[in-house]
């Protein structure tokens, strides 16, 4: 069985984007990056709800091809699109690269997902993290936590049905004050 890891940056009070979808605040410092660089050389299929997906693509299949382009995101963006990826939407008809599109029941695929062999799966998207948290289907969590209060935005969480109990795996700090936390659920 394959494992799910939901992970984000997020604000000290929990949204992942703020109002009007500002992720100004959560620009990762070159460890960081270079830390989330490392999962998606090492994820097996990435798990994208439309938006996030959106917002990835359109930046990072060309992003090695910039001006002025470090050698780090040269790195990301090969990995990313090299990352065999899913996107889950009812409101688009194609993606293009190394990505298939999901149109039927979020909780189903993801569960036949899991089923299957293969590496890791990452999951992305507030709306989808949030299907697969309701569903019992995340096996890791993964926050990069910054110093800033949003105060509104787009929650990390949403409201759950039950409890989901947590082990605490990891923490790491990261310069300019990001906490990194690693939680395994336990079942």
């Given at each position: 069985?394959?494992?799910?890891?939901?992970?984000?940056?997020?604000?000290?009070?929990?949204?992942?984007?703020?109002?009007?979808?500002?992720?100004?605040?959560?620009?990762?410092?070159?460890?960081?990056?270079?830390?989330?660089?490392?999962?998606?050389?090492?994820?097996?299929?990435?798990?994208?709800?439309?938006?996030?997906?959106?917002?990835?693509?359109?930046?990072?299949?060309?992003?090695?091809?910039?001006?002025?382009?470090?050698?780090?995101?040269?790195?990301?963006?090969?990995?990313?699109r090299d990352m065999p990826k899913a996107v889950f939407s009812s409101t688009i008809s194609t993606v293009e690269g190394n990505t298939r599109l999901v149109t039927?029941?979020?909780?189903?695929?993801?569960?036949?997902?899991?089923?299957?062999?293969?590496?890791?799966?990452?999951?992305?998207?507030?709306?989808?993290?949030?299907?697969?948290?309701?569903?019992?289907?995340?096996?890791?969590?993964?926050?990069?936590?910054?110093?800033?209060?949003?105060?509104?935005?787009?929650?990390?969480?949403?409201?759950?049905?039950?409890?989901?109990?947590?082990?605490?795996?990891?923490?790491?700090?990261?310069?300019?004050?990001?906490?990194?936390?690693?939680?395994?659920?336990?079942?």
């Amino acid at each position: 069985m394959r494992k799910l890891t939901f992970g984000m940056n997020v604000t000290l009070d929990g949204y992942i984007a703020a109002p009007g979808d500002d992720l100004g605040w959560s620009v990762p410092s070159d460890e960081l990056f270079q830390w989330w660089s490392d999962r998606v050389r090492t994820t097996g299929l990435a798990l994208y709800g439309r938006k996030l997906w959106e917002t990835m693509n359109s930046h990072w299949p060309t992003a090695d091809q910039q001006p002025g382009a470090s050698p780090a995101e040269i790195e990301f963006a090969r990995r990313w699109r090299d990352m065999p990826k899913a996107v889950f939407s009812s409101t688009i008809s194609t993606v293009e690269g190394n990505t298939r599109l999901v149109t039927g029941d979020a909780v189903a695929e993801i569960t036949r997902l899991k089923a299957e062999e293969g590496g890791p799966m990452d999951i992305g998207g507030a709306t989808l993290a949030a299907a697969a948290m309701r569903a019992g289907l995340i096996d890791e969590y993964v926050l990069a936590t910054a110093p800033v209060l949003a105060g509104g935005g787009t929650p990390l969480f949403p409201a759950l049905d039950n409890w989901v109990n947590l082990t605490l795996v990891e923490t790491r700090t990261f310069p300019e004050g990001v906490v990194l936390t690693r939680y395994e659920t336990r079942r």
